[in-house]
């Protein structure tokens, strides 16, 4: 269920870079987020020292 987690709901360009795994940045606690755009989920990130990592995996990541 999406309430068991901190949920960040991303604009188009950060909905793009999240599967690019490139860097993410935005306001909150330190945590697991689930990562969604117009409420559909993208996968999760994980938020520490003021960064975000995103746990998608490597293997799935887009590329240019």
């Known amino acids: 269920e999406k309430s068991a987690f901190q949920v960040h709901e991303c604009e188009l360009p950060e909905a793009l870079q999240f599967p690019r795994k490139e860097s993410l940045s935005f306001d909150g606690p ?3 987020y689930l990562i969604t755009h117009k409420g559909v989920p993208l996968g999760f990130a994980k938020k520490s020292n003021g960064g975000v990592t995103s ?10």
């Open 30 to 32: 330190d945590g697991q």
């Open 55 to 64: 746990l998608y995996p490597m293997d799935w990541r887009l590329r240019n």
